[in-house]
């Protein structure tokens, strides 16, 4: 999520003609993809104040195809994602049975939430709320069974406030999912080698080299800090 103008080998293919929004250089694209036998329909609105919440980034892709792979399951589990930006990963998982609350800054909820409303039948069990990592997190329940995020850690000052956020909403049994591009500049190596071990037990889950993505699993060692 560092550069928001994407590597075009890396775009998702849009097979929608792009609609142009109310500034010259504003446009949305919808793009489909396929995980666990679900189309999804996504929209992203590039050129806008949404800046790196506005496209689907690799990570997340990669995450999504981890769970089909991987076969998790999400049937009854209570499930939060934060800085959805798109809301693809959230939506897939409530379409297989979640629970599912997504969320990001109060700039990007309106875009998850047509992409809800485009792809989770009604009676489906996915929520859009604002949460700022750090201020608060505590209005949410502590007892999430998974965490999930993609392409969220990329920004060195950020990294206390989403590691207190993720000990929060992480439930005693819950796990944590990142995926990550594994940006050097950024910071994000040190992220999962230093400062997410030293709360949570961690284990590289899956390494794709084509897109430098990592994803991570994670589960709390010990009792649940006070």
Known sequence: M??????????PESVFPREVGLF????????????CGHVLSITQ??????????RVWDAALSLCNYFESQNVDFRGKKVIELGA????????A????GDVTITD????????QANVQ?????????QVRALSWGIDQHVFPGDYDLVLGADIVYLEPTFPLLLGTLQHLCGPHGTIY??????????????????????????????DEDVNVNIYRARHRGPRPA
């Open 94 to 97: 409530a379409l297989q049975g």
């Open 105 to 112: 800054l109060p700039l990007a909820l309106e875009q998850i």
């Open 85 to 92: 930006g798109t809301g693809i990963v959230g939506i897939l």
């Open 45 to 54: 609105n590039f050129g806008s104040r949404l800046g790196v919440a506005a």
């Open 178 to 207: 990142l995926a990550s591009k594994m940006r050097e500049e950024h910071g994000t190596e040190s992220f999962f080698q230093h400062l997410l071990p030293q709360h949570f037990q961690l284990e590289l889950a899956q390494r």
């Open 118 to 126: 485009a792809n989770v039948p009604a009676g489906g069990r996915a």
């Open 24 to 35: 010259a250089d504003s446009y949305s694209e919808k793009s489909r993809f396929c995980f």
């Open 2 to 11: 560092a550069d928001p103008r994407p590597d075009p080998e890396s775009e």
